[in-house]
Nanobody, 127 residues
Framework: QVQLVESGGRLVQPGGSLRLSCAASGRTFSNYAMGWFRQAPGKEREFVGSIARSGGTIYAGSVKGRFTIGRDNMKGMVYLQMNSLKPEDTAVYYC?????????????????????WGQGTQVTVSS
């Protein structure tokens, strides 16, 4: 079992930056691939990005070049650095984890493949 807790969401102006954090506890963090998803009001949850055990990352086209995912295995943390924020980035952001002990270089992009989820943190981009 893995417990995930997101933090860092708040109101930010368009063009601003924000860093979200996700703290993981319960199992060997380095065995897990991690993902970030978001859900805006009235919309389905969508993939933002993911990070493999190797540190390799995948991003959705809408955030590529603006968002960066990183992980610190020693601390059991994964981060989402968000720059050049836009109003359409407003959503609840979720951290997710899946045991990927047999896959070092890849990470899933589908929410269906993740087994553990945090409670979410609200990001609002507005002037």
């Amino acid at each position: 079992q893995v417990q995930l807790v997101e933090s860092g969401g708040r109101l930010v102006q368009p063009g601003g930056s924000l860093r979200l954090s996700c703290a993981a506890s319960g199992r060997t963090f380095s065995n897990y691939a991690m993902g970030w998803f978001r859900q805006a009001p009235g919309k389905e949850r969508e993939f933002v990005g993911s990070i493999a055990r190797s540190g390799g990352t995948i991003y959705a086209g809408s955030v590529k070049g603006r968002f960066t995912i990183g992980r610190d295995n020693m601390k059991g943390m994964v981060y989402l650095q968000m720059n050049s924020l836009k109003p359409e980035d407003t959503a609840v952001y979720y951290c997710a984890a899946v045991d990927y002990s047999d896959e070092y270089y890849t990470s899933p992009v589908s929410s269906r493949e993740y087994d553990y989820w945090g409670q979410g943190t609200q990001v609002t981009v507005s002037s």
